[in-house]
């Protein structure tokens, strides 16, 4: 059964973090992903959005997928529903990558025993926006 990490290691990961991929960045300013990575911008945190067909987000040049970044990230933020997390969990595994963020609302399991299992740290179904507003700041 999976546990989301305690406070404090919450706000110790946040703080470590200066680049974070957000996977499902949308382009639309209505949607959460646009809204959440943009605070994210204003807190200071480098945003790279991962979307497979818009061009440029938040004024930042947008990649089609993990393994088409050109920098590492210390975070990957997933806006993606729960059906596509085992794929997103497999290309961090593949490409290495050490900490995953999957967002409030969505929750598989699975994917995240596994990425822990894999040596990752995983965060699920919390708000990286609120939880670094109200407790790491």
Known sequence: ???NPDQQ????????VKTIAVVGLSPNA???SYGVSKAMQEFGFRVIPVHPAAKEILGEKVY????D?????????????????????????????????IQE??????AAVRALAGGMTVVMDRCIYRDYRDQCR
């Open 1 to 3: 059964m999976f546990t």
């Open 9 to 16: 290691a919450r706000c110790a990961l946040l703080k470590a």
């Open 30 to 32: 209505a949607r959460p």
């Open 64 to 67: 089609p997928s993990l393994k």
């Open 69 to 101: 970044l050109p920098e590492p990230v210390d975070l990957v933020d997933v806006f993606r529903s729960a059906e596509f997390i085992d794929g997103v969990v497999d290309e961090c595994l593949a490409l290495g990558l050490k900490a995953i963020w």
């Open 105 to 110: 609302g969505i929750v598989n399991e699975p």
